[in-house]
């Protein structure tokens, strides 16, 4: 019978259960008996514990001291498939950790060059691709993301769509602030509240947010607020809100 495959954040819906996750192993430790696996799947990181005896109860003496000597033989990085018992670990920075009843290799690493010691900046930008597999570049990637993820669902329930511009440019020709440009509709409160919000959180790196209402006038901002904005149509002055 196969065991459910799930990712480390899920371990927590499948204590006192069997399950099998697919890991890189981050880096391992042990002695004797035993033997700890530091995995990392994406999700989260985790701790294996493989004990000998269970091994040769389960497999018998050949097959399972065989099945012990490849964890203990694991290079940092190599990708597994490990099964075991989900338990509850208050030690443990996620709260659980898995009592390993098995483990299939699936491509060994070989020769990793970020070790669990120290290393300086510049080895680890000349490694940066390897280096964002850390715990550090790991939390700072999810922080970075929810950050993101919040601006653009904020712009996209204000009535902005997002675009980025397809010219790329070493300098910046003005100020970023005159050089975001909105399009207009002929409501001129709906179009200065959003060009207010826009001018009052755009982002760096040419990403403009435009309002949906594409049916009308350009609007280009402001270098101070309030926006100074004459609808074409009236030439009288639109409120910010």
């Known amino acids: 019978m ?4 799930i990712t480390i954040i899920e371990v927590k819906d499948y204590v006192g ?3 099998t ?3 890189w192993v981050a880096n391992k430790s042990g002695k004797g008996k035993i033997a700890f696996l530091q995995l990392r799947d994406g999700t989260a990181f985790f701790q294996g514990v493989a004990f000998k005896p269970n091994f040769i109860e389960k497999f018998g003496e050949e097959v399972g001291l065989e099945k012990f000597d490849t964890i203990k033989r694991l290079s940092q990085e190599t990708s597994v498939f490990v099964t075991g018992i989900v338990k509850e670990d208050e030690r443990s920075k996620l709260g659980y950790e ?7 290799v699936i491509g060994e690493s070989q020769d990793y060059p ?3 010691k120290e290393h300086g900046t510049d080895f680890l930008m000349d490694n940066r691709h390897l280096w964002l ?3 550090k570049q790991v939390a700072v990637m999810q922080i970075r993301n929810a950050i993101i993820y919040a601006t653009y669902e904020f712009f996209d329930k204000n009535g902005f769509m997002k675009f980025d511009s397809p010219i790329l440019s070493g300098n910046a020709a003005e100020d970023s602030k005159a050089a975001a440009v909105l399009h207009s509709c002929r409501d001129r409160r709906c179009c200065a509240e959003h060009a207010f919000y826009a001018a009052a959180h755009q982002a760096d790196g040419g990403v403009v947010f435009i309002c949906k209402c594409l049916d009308g006038y350009p609007l280009r901002l402001a270098d101070s607020l309030p926006i100074d904005y004459r609808h074409p149509s009236t030439e009288k002055m639109a409120a910010p809100f």
């Open 114 to 116: 970020i070790t669990p």
């Open 133 to 135: 597999r850390s715990r």
């Open 2 to 5: 196969m065991t459910k495959r």
């Open 98 to 104: 898995l009592d390993i009843t098995d483990i299939e």
């Open 17 to 19: 259960q069997e399950v």
């Open 21 to 23: 996750i697919g890991a």
